[in-house]
Every structure is written in structure tokens, then in C-alpha cells.
């Protein structure tokens, strides 16, 4: 799987080193629909307005890319077979139930259109001759989108794949906590009793705390992620292995900070990672 190349060097993919990219990230789209013609014309025109261009052939095969690749827009013909169950898909799962769907149609009265809606699907009447009008809806859209809940979630994609090349053991554990310890972006690995054991550069930047004192914390400590954690809410967390919101963290100056969260449980083994961005 692989961004259409248009003289970019980006791609796709599982990466082999310890390097994550920058969390500034490009806009995101995946277009979906076996019109190859269309497709190199639509991903052309969103490259240059500055996306990151995916494509899917089929709303079935979509699926997988848009969890992989977590895009801010997903664009798709209304004649690709299975466009119902590409929308019910993805909403039925937490990690992509907040990316807005674009759906093509020649025309935005018909049952499919209607049917498209109904699903939470956005219909947007098909014009060959204006595709930049398709760029300024899906700009609309991710004007509104909770980008940093989404830029969250694909760092803990990243972490999630590069876990994969470690042994789940002592050493395996080590390089990830080395990892994410020189991370920019403000993530926390806790072990399955809630004990810190691994803090980023950026959590200590966002929560005032140095990296010794972070990892003496526990989620059940008052004042660490979200103030108190309940043992309850714990469990909640590792049955249903993902998360993603706004909650509150207590700087050490005593102050509350409002932020975006996302967390997903077990990337190893009794490995949990959560990360944080200012809202």
C-alpha cells in the first residue's frame, strides 16, 4: 500500500527503525473508486493543494487502508460497489468513527444519495469540471475535524507498528521505553498495574514534571492522566483496548489543563500507551 507518486518520496508502510516522522502532519485523503481515470485526476489536484493522496480500489479494501493510514477525508464514487458497508465499517469501529466520509453522486436527490446520508455519509454532486470545489468541501471538513485526536491516534499507530520489530521481552521492552522517552509528542507507557514506566520529552514539557518524577506516577494517582483514574475506569480502558476524548491532566503547578487524549492498551505485552496535546 503506497500514496500515489507524483515526485514524492513519502510512502506508506512499516518502518524499520526507531525514527518516527514529525508530528506535524499533511493532510490526509483516501479516495476509493475503480475509475482510474478519475482517480489520478482527483489525486493530482488534492497533491496540489499540499494532501498526502491515498487510493483504495474498492470500499472493502478501504476499510483496512483507512484504519492503517487514519486519513482526514475519505472520498468515494457512489457507484463503487459496498458504499453502505464502507460507511457502516467505519463507524462501528472508535478509531475511525470520526473520519467524514465524501460521497460522489450524479445526483443529490436520489435513494442512494439519501440512503448515503442517512448512514452519515456527506453526498456532494460529482462535477468533472471543478474538481477544486471537491477540495474546498473536504478543506470544510477537516476545518471541523478533531485534528489532534487524529494526529494523536497515528502516533500511537506508529509506536503500535515499530512494536511489532521488538521481542515482546526485557530488551523489546527497553528500546520502546527508550523510544518514546525522546518523543516531541507528549505520550506515557504504563504497565498493566498503571505505573508509569516510560514518559516522553514532550510529557514533561506539557505536565511540568521531570522524567524521574513521571515515573514514580500512576494512573491512580490524583493529578496524573485525567486526574483520578477509578480502578473501575482502568479496566474499562484495557477491556475496550482504545481510547480517544478531551480530558483534563494537573500540571505540577497545580493548574488543570484541558487536553486531547487517545490511548490504546497492550501495544507489548503489559504495555500501555497513552498520548496528549494541549486543546
Known amino acids: 500500500m503506497k500514496p500515489r ?16 516522522p514529525s508530528a506535524v502532519d499533511s493532510r490526509r485523503i483516501l479516495l476509493v473508486g475503480a475509475d482510474e481515470a478519475w482517480s489520478l485526476l482527483v489525486s493530482y489536484v488534492f497533491e496540489e493543494a499540499g494532501f498526502s493522496v491515498y487510493a483504495a480500489a474498492d470500499p ?13 477525508v475519505v472520498v468515494v464514487q457512489i457507484d463503487a460497489p459496498g458504499v453502505l ?10 478509531s475511525t468513527s470520526d473520519i467524514p466520509v465524501v460521497v460522489l453522486t450524479s445526483s443529490l436527490q436520489s435513494t442512494d444519495a439519501r440512503r448515503v ?29 478533531p485534528q489532534a485526536q487524529r494526529m494523536l491516534k497515528r502516533r500511537l499507530l506508529e509506536l503500535q507498528e515499530l512494536a511489532r520489530y521488538y521481542k515482546p521481552d526485557a530488551h523489546g521492552e527497553d528500546r520502546l521505553r527508550q523510544l518514546i522517552d525522546r ?3 507528549a505520550i506515557f507507557a ?26 514514580t506516577a500512576s494512573v491512580f494517582d ?10 473501575e475506569r482502568w479496566r474499562c480502558f484495557l ?37 496528549f496535546a494541549a486543546a
Not at 507518486?5 to 518516527?20: E, F, V
Not at 472493502?60 to 482526514?72: G, K, M, V
Not at 484541558?258 to 507489548?268: K, L, Y
Request: net charge positive; charged share 20%; hydrophobic share 45%.
Open 222 to 231: 490524583a493529578g496524573f492522566a485525567g486526574g483520578h483514574v477509578s480502578d
Open 60 to 72: 472493502c479494501q478501504s476499510l483496512a487502508f483507512t484504519s492503517r493510514l487514519l486519513p482526514d
Open 117 to 145: 446520508r442517512a448512514a452519515g455519509g456527506v453526498t456532494l454532486r460529482a462535477r468533472p469540471d471543478n474538481v477544486a470545489a471537491l477540495v474546498g468541501k473536504v478543506d470544510a471538513l477537516i476545518a471541523t475535524a
Open 183 to 185: 518523543l516531541q509528542v
Open 85 to 94: 458497508d464502507l460507511l457502516a465499517g467505519l463507524s462501528a469501529a472508535s
Open 5 to 20: 507518486q507524483h515526485g514524492r518520496s513519502a510512502r506508506t508502510g512499516r518502518r524499520q527503525t526507531d525514527r518516527l
Open 190 to 215: 504504563v504497565d498493566e498495574h498503571g505505573r508509569c514506566i516510560a514518559a516522553s520529552l514532550g510529557a514533561t514539557k506539557l505536565t511540568g514534571y521531570s522524567h524521574l518524577q513521571l515515573l
Open 239 to 275: 477491556t475496550d483496548r482504545q481510547y480517544a476524548g478531551i480530558t483534563t491532566i494537573t500540571n505540577r503547578a497545580g493548574k488543570d489543563v484541558t487536553v486531547h487524549a487517545a490511548a490504546v492498551a497492550e501495544i507489548m505485552p503489559g504495555f500501555h500507551v497513552a498520548a
